[in-house]
């Protein structure tokens, strides 16, 4: 038997547990170590086993890790984290800044690549395994429209806003296709559709004592790149009902290829996801995808990387052989 992948985490939030938990299911990997800017001793893991250890202290453990799993936020944790880390190892994230990720690869790949490291960024499910599948109906079906369709689902940037505005306690953001576009779209009559006719938004709002409701609605659904363009509703409810009903994150969504072949035939293709786990599918993702920057590395293969530089065999851990004989 091969010796196992190793693997170390950064960042032990949703994300970092969610990782913990898969390698647990990927019998040819093993977490070797947790590394958290937090104080270690405060970071419980789900395996006591598994030593945590400072950030700053990561260069001590080059020579024991394979490939470290970056688990940290998109705003400001991966943008520094990317390119220091991808110096010294193979990594894999879920950099999530769909304007940003040109830049964010030039800069990781600037280090990985002079110190002969694979570094696959922006990997998850969007992006990710969406912008595979909207390669994939871009590239079978060249005559014909692409649409993206989020949820429903909890957006954790967009609570995050509703976080942030003065008078909330508490907060949630649910993403909703709008079911009449969707329909529109599955018709393949291909149709031109606003940001409103896509997506509504629904929040659940805790307020603060003596916070006024009217403004708090108000700065929610007037708030820029956030609601302005969408249909927003707010519901005010108690503290233990956003405790009670609100704590999951599920998401999911559709990506559908809309085109035409030949003379005249409608074709139509849909990748779609519905997850209880919003950070457990990412994460189990993310494992897949070291597993990749692991075998990348091993043939020569260095630089920054994103899903469309990955041939699908790499996430498996069966052979080629074993590949062509059982799934192809």
């Known amino acids: 038997m091969e010796d ?77 984290q990317g390119p220091v880390l991808s110096a010294s190892f193979n990594t894999v994230d879920s950099f999530d800044t769909h304007a940003k990720i040109p830049e964010y690869f030039e800069s990781v790949n600037a280090s990985a690549k002079p110190n002969g490291k694979t570094a696959i960024i922006s990997v998850g499910w969007d992006p990710g395994l969406f912008s595979i599948n ?5 590239a079978i079906l060249p005559e014909g429209a692409t649409y993206t369709f989020w949820g429903k689902g909890l957006s954790q940037g967009h609570s995050d806003a509703v976080r942030r505005i003065e008078g909330v306690k508490g907060a949630v953001q649910y993403t909703i296709p709008v079911e ?8 393949g009559v291909q149709p031109e559709l606003s940001t409103r006719e896509k997506h509504t938004r629904e929040c659940f709002v805790v307020l603060q004592e003596g916070a006024d409701a009217e403004r708090v609605e108000r700065d929610i659904v007037t708030m820029p790149d956030y609601f302005a363009d969408y249909d927003t509703t707010v519901h005010f409810i108690s503290e233990e009902g956003l405790a009670k009903d609100h704590a999951a994150m599920p998401h999911g969504g559709f990506v559908i290829r809309s085109g035409k072949t030949g003379e005249a035939s409608n074709q139509v293709m849909e990748f779609s996801l519905t997850l209880d786990s919003n950070p457990e599918f990412t994460s189990s993702v993310l494992v897949a995808y070291a597993r990749a920057a692991y075998k990348m590395n091993r043939a020569g293969d260095s630089g920054a990387k994103t899903v469309y530089d990955v041939a699908p065999g790499l996430l498996s851990p069966k052979s080629p052989a074993e590949l062509r004989k059982e799934l192809l």
């Open 4 to 80: 196992k992948i190793k693997i170390g985490i950064v960042g032990y939030g949703n994300l970092g547990r969610g990782v913990e938990s898969a390698i647990g299911q990927n019998s040819d990997m093993e977490l070797v170590s947790v590394f958290t800017r937090r104080e270690p001793d405060s970071v419980s893991l789900l395996n006591s086993a598994i030593p945590v250890r400072p950030l700053a202290t990561i260069e001590e453990y080059k020579e024991e890790i394979d490939v470290l799993i970056l688990c940290g936020g998109s705003k400001n944790d991966l943008p520094e």
């Open 180 to 187: 009449e576009a969707v329909d529109r779209v599955r018709s």
């Open 134 to 138: 909207r390669l994939f109906g871009e």
